[in-house]
């Protein structure tokens, strides 16, 4: 597997802190972990970087994470990038939604090793589909 | 070589023909840490979270305590030739002690569990997996030469429907 590269956007720095450190600690060579505190820097971000993987909080201030997570699944170009969505959203419904346009969903509170599980399922499905596009 | 690890001791090996048992884990926790690539493993039976309870008998039985056991652990598997980066971590036992409606008073097991996780973060570890809580007796297996970790689990009240989890001590998917 290739050293991936991976966007936190959360408007907590705590919570991108334990994102980041739990990253570290995964199994999987990381060429580069970026951070934004919103979902308009996150945009922006995921516009002027190659990721293979955006791990999104929902409820955050300027531009939630619904919407950037619409935005890049809206746009072609970035087919290719993950989403994984962190948050206290308990909404069923709305996470149903959300689910059709994720890879997956992390509930808050979550164990480090719960979102290390996820992260690597999400990983794996990225490089077996990858590797059959190859 | 069968080595059994009991209450409050631990042993640790690089010898690919050793087996590391340790019995009745009830709210006392077994850790097993384990290097693939050195072939180095081993297991600690900590009874209590924090030294601090008692620091004159943690010196004298350092693997009594969650903070010590583990301290003693990791300083002997590197010892052996593990390193860090490689260590997988799997954990057994935490059960709650009530006995039948009874409430779980000191709520050790839980405790024990929280303390050791608190630690693992705080240094850069995470636990690749786990079998912890409920109402069960645990008997944990080690084995050198595969890192295969096999939990026999059996209820502490009553029933002798006895179940088994085995986890292989690497990643799944990786």
């Known amino acids: 597997m290739e050293p991936v590269n991976i966007l936190i956007v959360d408007d907590c720095p705590v919570v991108r802190l334990i994102i980041r450190k739990t990253l570290q600690l995964c199994p999987v060579e990381i060429e580069n972990i970026t951070e934004a505190a919103n979902g308009d820097e996150g945009w922006e971000m995921v516009k002027s970087h190659d990721f293979d993987l955006v791990i999104a909080d929902l409820n955050m201030p300027v531009m939630s994470g619904t919407e950037m997570i619409a935005k890049i699944r809206i746009d072609p170009t970035f087919n290719d990038v993950s989403i994984l969505t962190v948050s206290a959203e308990s909404n069923n419904s709305r996470i149903g939604l959300l689910s059709r346009l994720t890879e997956g969903f992390v509930h808050k509170p979550f164990s480090p090793e719960y979102l290390r599980d996820k992260i690597l399922k999400v990983l794996e499905k990225q490089t077996i589909i990858s590797d059959d596009t190859k | ?174």
């Open chain 2, 1 to 174: 070589m069968r080595q059994v690890v009991g209450v409050s001791d631990l042993k640790v090996s690089g010898n690919a023909n050793d087996i590391i048992i340790t019995h009745a884990l009830g709210s006392c926790l077994g850790i097993t840490v384990y290097d693939p690539a050195a072939g180095v493993g081993g297991m600690v039976h900590v009874m209590l979270p924090l030294s601090k309870a008692d620091p004159e008998k943690a010196e004298l039985k350092p693997a009594m305590y969650v903070d010590t056991g583990l301290q003693c652990l990791l300083n002997e598997v590197y010892r052996l030739g593990a390193r860090k980066n490689n260590l997988e971590i799997i954990v057994a036992g935490g059960a709650s002690m009530k006995k039948g409606n009874g409430d779980d008073y000191f709520k050790i097991g839980k405790r024990n569990f929280t303390t050791l996780r608190k630690l693992l973060w705080k240094n850069g570890f995470m636990i690749t997996k786990q079998d912890v809580g409920g109402n069960i007796s645990r008997t944990m297996t080690l084995s050198i030469n595969d890192g295969i970790v096999t939990i026999n689990k059996k209820p502490i009240n009553g029933s002798s429907v006895s179940e088994k989890a085995v986890f292989k001590s690497v990643y799944d998917t990786y």
